[in-house]
T-cell receptor, first 117, second 112 residues
Framework: NAGVTQTPKFRILKIGQSMTLQCTQD?????MYWYRQDPGMGLKLIYY???????DKGEVPNGYNVSRSTTEDFPLRLELAAPSQTSVYFC????????????????FGDGTRLSIL | GESVGLHLPTLSVQEGDNSIINCAYS??????FIWYKQESGKGPQFIID?????DKRQGQRVTVLLNKTVKHLSLQIAATQPGDSAVYFC???????????FGQGTRLTINP
């Protein structure tokens, strides 16, 4: 199994450009997440999805959009790139049976390193 | 609000010694905690987790301790090896949909 796959691995954008960060998982996980990680910091949740067709905002959603049309894919869209969005972006997935004690760890991809100049 | 932090940003240990990485959390309602290891250029890798109804859990060379009284979490790595060099993050489950709140991370370096 490939696990969580993110593309591209690196990208440089100009201010105002748009792009989509791709994320796909082959573990049949129902939950998927997008995080950003700034230098020397922990991860901050941007958006998450509990299943196909359902998305919700995390801690830092401004400037981003997501969609979840299939179980496997969860792309992240930047519409108008800004320097503040320079970061490393991580996609993750997990499986939940939605019961009280169904905690399962999230599995991460290797990230997309994005620079906005 | 919820927050997860670490006592030390860096930790250096001798190869073969035991390492202890600490983490403080503020949300007494958190019910699930995870330790991740992140190597340079890679995504976080799951190490071990613990539920709030436990105070200790052991894995291969790793042990996680949870003290709910003082809201403290620790990761113990036995017989530290060069491959253990990485940044270690603790995270707590702070809400529905298994949303995790991550700490800043501790960089562990191994001295030969």
């Amino acid at each position: 199994n490939a696990g969580v796959t993110q593309t591209p691995k690196f990208r440089i954008l100009k201010i105002g450009q748009s792009m989509t960060l791709q994320c796909t998982q082959d573990m049949n996980h129902n939950y998927m997440y997008w995080y950003r990680q700034d230098p020397g910091m922990g991860l901050k949740l941007i958006y998450y999805s509990v299943g196909a067709g359902i998305t919700d905002k995390g801690e830092v959603p401004n400037g981003y959009n997501v969609s979840r049309s299939t179980t496997e894919d969860f792309p992240l869209r930047l519409e108008l790139a800004a320097p503040s969005q320079t970061s490393v972006y991580f996609c993750a997935s997990s499986y939940s049976m939605r019961t009280l004690y169904s905690n399962q760890p999230q599995h991460f991809g290797d990230g997309t390193r994005l620079s906005i100049l | 609000g919820e927050s997860v932090g670490l006592h030390l940003p860096t930790l250096s240990v001798q190869e073969g010694d035991n390492s202890i990485i600490n983490c403080a959390y503020s949300n007494s309602a958190s019910d699930y905690f995870i330790w991740y290891k992140q190597e340079s250029g890679k995504g976080p890798q799951f190490i071990i987790d613990i539920r709030s109804n436990m105070d200790k859990r052991q894995g291969q060379r790793v042990t996680v301790l949870l003290n709910k009284t003082v809201k403290h979490l620790s990761l113990q790595i036995a017989a530290t090896q060069p491959g253990d060099s990485a940044v270690y993050f603790c995270a707590e489950k702070g809400g529905g949909a298994q949303k995790l709140v991550f700490g800043q991370g501790t960089r562990l370096t191994i001295n030969p």
